[in-house]
């Protein structure tokens, strides 16, 4: 890379290394490499299993090209990978074969040319496979964390993220967020004020996001809030976790209009990508989590770190010991995707999954504003929500806000904010005088919903985890008279998400009492 | 399984499960799946992409069959998977998109049945995929150990599997072998005498073993000692990881006769197989870790637990949030093969690959022999060694004993103990009051076979980690004037093997002061 000689070197973050990662021995095998690539050597000293033993010859794989004219027959690509080296083609006894921990040096350099054009690190970053980013958080935490830090997150986080720290004490500090992702006020106010006594552990020195199309927000944060986070944690130390299964499916704001899609130039969709908090990242604190599983598919489990290197390196240490590196295949195919479509036609086939992904959302828009009446939330009866409020009337014609959501920008999620205002069985439940009336409505209007044969994800799933004694709305000081639910646009049809909004109309109609 | 009505059930083993592991949150998943299958449910709860916009659609893998006979010229297999149900055949979308934790339930299915198949496990097991032993080995740490723990393990082991608990401050409790393997005589005498106060520690609850051709010795676990080690783990309640990568290349002693290879009937074959841990696990404690690295190919990094369902349970929960479930590409080549194969395919497939390294094996130890006088161990100048001794004469003619060996019967390793007494460079280092003499000059032994072309591993890599005051030999109560080496011989040729073994006697030849 010419340009890594104009990079910022990165700070000496060395200090961020918890006690258990710094206590890796380093690998024995480094005296063996040394001597390895000699002329003549014979190696008696190997573990491997003799290749010729292994029962595969030859893998085909047929796949899209990255992009299909309508009405022109395009031929599928095929990806022919066989056993010997056979004129600069991948030798499908590499990907058979046991692997450096750190994958395959060809895929490793495609990955950081990849990185260079979408991302253009500005300081100076070593990249290191992964099996998926569910595997890549839990090296993460277990490089950075100690037992019972905390961590800080938005109000709203991935449960699989949490569900891996929760065991080891640890706990969530949480930073509220509005329409341009996390506060960056809320995040310098709670650093600011962090009191080690009355918490009863170190400031925390870790900022796990997932800032495009946040899973369940769906909110991405805005380049400029970028750029204030960034600057709070150079001013507080923090490492910045960005994991970014969705960065690549961004799309414009829903209209109403049907379109049809045709690719623009590479330069013009990379500058239509928002920055990156590794394209802000002159001191090497951020590491960058990077997954195919959004972008070709989830069973390939591969991915890839971008990290100051003092963190790859221990990262390294423990994928010897922890996973290995990714499958073969998964890494034979994908270099021999990418050798045929080179990078520019992943970025074509980047655009195609963005308009998809982009008209999926917008079915679930419209159908939110052809069986509700939806409203900027200023001109709603709950002006203080963010972004749009869809009501139903009550009997008397009066709007009755049902819930508010953000239009999503990116990834696969809607978040809702139901309000249960005046509705009547919440009502009962609160003055019932039961804990927490908000999560026990929440829970039986969505097991009814379940019975009308339409399914959401309950808010509930995605609270920060601050301990055993703060699971209760009033205990997380959430709005009260509200919860929320997560509506996915991925997977279902147009006319599945249709009829799954009018269901949960029907329901609505029930218990808001409105006229439906 | 018809069989599984007349199994034992597993005793209650969940104490042994750790604080962090027992701390696992349940996945809130089950609510939802409760739901899932409803006639006519739309899912807008799912967080997965869409498979449309998966951009393969056929795989294609050309394979051996399991057995050609020779002068017989033999097709290719081929598997092919293709996008949609097609026949019963496999559906490549399925092995494209995120699957349970748990693995493939057809690939689930087929594992339950090799086990039945190769080991009838007298008590309740359950299966887990994972991707392969060393993530296994990980995960099972991750379960049963708490920090500062000790681990019971042979005097030597494997590198990674204690790479990964050294930095939680877990030491080895190591335990002698001899030919037969583990000593139960001394594994119950150390279980006996442990005296928390002077450890420190309470007395270990967990043995690890490779025992089918260990890495690093070469020894399998005879059938009489392992019955024995199973007693003193019931009595001392220890849960028993048989990390078993090996057992599959179990081969018959060596012979100078040229074999040709032709297989027996499955039934013949499984008899020839010595009783696995599992086979005798009345009470569900063996945790076995399966892999398909060294039968089909590491790349797959696909392999199976087979253990206790209360353990099984908090594996799973831990697979959730650290792997998620193997590579699809994987898991569809696996059952793709299988189908083809069938199981009695795959047994006879095993044949070939013992065959071959049983031959391989073969090749070393005829170079032993032919370049070394090579001697029973009671006959030899050492006759307090294990195996054979392997001599050179001096220049008086007197037999100089070199390094001593078992043959190895499984695996692809020989395990060889030299010896340094009366080397005149050795004792020049013991007289200059080294700390450790013994590792000083099989440091430079080591280093003057590899500028003279041959590699060995050196023994040192395989200490089992006792802590920082017991690395050197006299503080392993080592036994002093000797130092092991690895010999491994998968992967070099015949021609190799017999110029590396000729490069080691000459080196032999310099330091031992013996005519050549």
Wanted: with cysteine.
């Amino acid at each position: 890379m010419g340009s890594i000689n104009h990079k910022f070197l990165p700070i000496d973050l060395s200090h961020h290394i918890n006690a258990k990662s710094k206590a890796r021995h380093p690998s024995p095998l480094k005296d063996i490499i040394r001597f390895m690539g000699r002329d003549g050597m014979i190696s008696l000293a190997g573990g491997l299993p003799h290749p010729s033993l292994f029962p595969v010859e030859r893998a085909n794989f047929e796949c899209q090209p990255p992009y299909t004219e309508p009405s022109i027959e395009t031929p599928l690509v095929q990806l022919d990978i066989k056993r010997g080296l056979d004129g600069g083609r991948l030798d499908l006894t590499e990907f058979l074969q046991y692997g450096s921990g750190a994958g395959n040096q060809k895929l490793v350099s495609l990955v950081r040319e990849l990185t260079e054009r979408m991302h253009a690190p500005p300081c100076e970053h070593e990249y290191l496979l992964h099996p998926g980013n569910t595997n890549a958080w839990s090296k993460v935490v277990g490089l950075l964390c100690e037992d019972n830090d905390y961590v800080i997150v938005d109000e709203f986080t991935y449960p699989s993220a949490q569900a891996l720290w929760i065991p080891l004490g640890i706990r969530a500090s949480p930073v509220l967020a509005d329409e341009q992702g996390m506060s960056a006020t809320g995040l310098r106010k709670m650093l600011t004020n962090w009191d080690e006594t009355s918490m009863g552990q170190r400031r925390p020195r870790l900022l796990y996001l997932v800032p495009v199309g946040s899973n369940p927000t769906g909110v991405t944060i805005s380049a400029q809030r970028r750029r204030e986070i960034y600057e709070v944690c150079v001013e507080f130390d923090i490492i910045i976790v960005e994991d970014d299964p969705y960065y690549c499916l961004q799309f414009p704001k829903s209209t109403r209009k049907e379109q049809t899609f045709a690719p623009v130039s590479t330069n013009k969709f990379l500058e239509s990508l928002i920055p990156s908090f590794l394209s802000m990242d002159t001191q090497g604190r951020v590491i960058r989590l990077e997954s195919f599983s959004k972008t070709l598919f989830p069973g390939l489990r591969l991915g890839f770190f971008v990290a100051n290197s003092v963190f790859t390196e221990r990262l390294l240490r423990v994928t010897e010991v922890e996973t290995q590196d990714p499958a073969g295949l998964s890494q034979a195919l994908t270099l021999a995707l990418f050798q045929n479509w080179g990078i520019d036609g992943y970025l074509t086939w980047l655009q195609g999954l963005q308009f998809q992904y982009g008209t999926r959302r917008d079915w679930l828009v419209a159908a939110f504003k052809d069986l509700f009446r939806v409203l900027p939330a200023a001109k709603s009866p709950v002006p203080q929500a963010q972004g749009n409020v869809a009501c139903i009337l009550d009997s008397e014609g009066k709007l009755l806000p049902v819930f508010s959501y953000i239009e999503p920008e990116a990834g696969m999620f809607v978040w809702a904010k139901f309000y249960f205002h005046g509705v009547r069985r919440f009502i009962e439940l609160r003055d019932g005088k039961i804990e927490d009336p908000e999560q026990a409505f929440a829970a039986e209007l969505w097991e009814t919903l379940a019975e009308q044969l339409v399914l959401l994800t309950p808010g509930s799933y995605y609270h920060a985890w601050q301990g055993h004694d703060k699971t209760s709305t009033a205990a997380r000081g959430a709005d009260p008279e509200s919860a929320f639910f997560r509506f996915s646009f991925a997977s279902p049809s147009k006319e599945q998400i249709e009829e799954g909004v009018r269901r949960i109309k029907s329901v609505v109609g029930q218990f808001w009492d409105g006229s439906t």
